[in-house]
T-cell receptor, first 107, second 115 residues
Framework: KNEVEQSPQNLTAQEGEFITINCSYSVGISALHWLQQHPGGGIVSLFMLSSGKKKHGRLIATINIQEKHSSLHITASHPRDSAVYICAVRGAQKLVFGQGTRLTINP | DGGITQSPKYLFRKEGQNVTLSCEQNLNHDAMYWYRQDPGQGLRLIYYSQIVNDFQKGDIAEGYSVSREKKESFPLTVTSAQKNPTAFYLC??????????????FGPGTRLLVL
């Protein structure tokens, strides 16, 4: 079992829908990152959080340390949100990455 | 503009050949990292450097080598000992060496293919 599991692996939705991507982890962590990888391969860091919730524009990230679970939500999704979303956790002096969730938003 | 550049975008390697991937940053970051990405897998750490003239092995360092002679530069050499080098390689940097607590900034990546 991977230390970081994301679900779903692939998600297709219509423009405007509310999107939720989940990340579960099995190790003790001090921080969790959400990253966005564009079709060309470049990666952008979206959030780093260790508790509670963070919001940036239409993106919201939450984490429940007790349940070892984090979610990334996208409100009013748009085709430009189409990308791979990656969860990474900071464990014992290293980052462990999930395999990513491929999101496609159709107009 | 500040950022991380990687070159080339595509690189082809022949059997038995060493190739070097370039990574440069002008963010004045102390820490730099090299990751490998394979289809359907998470990023895996190859090497990282917290400061000039020092670097540490990551999870999959075999068949790779690095140097950190300048703060701005962290080149990765894929040696002939790396038997399965075909992958997407990402370089990243962060402001401090606090073991991945800091936000990492990624370069655009280099795709390495074996001829």
């Amino acid at each position: 079992k991977n230390e970081v599991e994301q679900s779903p692996q692939n998600l297709t939705a219509q423009e405007g829908e509310f999107i939720t991507i989940n990340c579960s982890y099995s190790v003790g962590i001090s921080a969790l990152h959400w990253l966005q990888q564009h079709p060309g391969g470049g990666i952008v860091s979206l959030f780093m959080l260790s508790s509670g919730k963070k919001k940036h524009g239409r993106l919201i990230a939450t984490i429940n340390i007790q349940e070892k679970h984090s979610s990334l939500h996208i409100t009013a999704s748009h085709p430009r949100d189409s990308a791979v979303y990656i969860c990474a956790v900071r464990g014992a002096q290293k980052l462990v990455f999930g395999q990513g969730t491929r999101l496609t938003i159709n107009p | 503009d500040g950022g991380i550049t990687q070159s080339p975008k595509y690189l082809f390697r022949k059997e038995g050949q060493n190739v070097t991937l370039s990574c440069e940053q002008n963010l004045n970051h102390d820490a730099m990292y090299w990751y490998r990405q394979d289809p359907g897998q998470g990023l895996r750490l190859i090497y990282y450097s917290q400061i000039v003239n020092d670097f540490q092995k990551g999870d999959i360092a075999e068949g790779y080598s690095v140097s950190r002679e300048k703060k701005e530069s962290f080149p990765l050499t894929v040696t002939s000992a790396q038997k399965n080098p075909t992958a997407f390689y990402l370089c990243a940097s962060s402001a401090q060496d606090s073991f991945f607590q800091e936000t990492q900034y990624f370069g655009p990546g280099t795709r390495l293919l074996v001829l």
